[in-house]
């Protein structure tokens, strides 16, 4: 199971959606939160439920990356933990 948000346009009824996809509810949550507040015609949000692939992943600092992205972040972050003395 993954996640998607959808957003609502002034004036209009229909939610609508992207291809972006998110591993969990709270990362689509604050994707669309972080959309409904920069885009000036979307007037809510909300997150379904998809069986779509996973296809990006919410960074906090830096927003929505792509999976590969991501996972390349954090292959960095587990190399520099291996090469810190303790």
């Known amino acids: 199971m993954a996640f998607r948000y959808e957003i609502k ?38 997150v379904v439920e998809t069986d779509d692939p996973v296809n990006y992943a919410w960074e906090d600092g830096v927003g929505v990356v792509s999976i590969e992205t991501h996972m390349d972040n954090i292959k960095k972050g587990l190399a520099e ?6």
Do not use: C
């Open 9 to 46: 346009v002034y004036n209009e009824k229909p939610f609508y959606s992207n291809s972006v996809v998110f591993a969990t509810q709270i990362e689509a949550d604050r994707a669309g939160a972080n959309k409904l507040w920069n885009w000036s015609q979307a007037e809510d949000y909300r």
């Open 81 to 86: 933990l291996a090469s810190m003395e303790w």
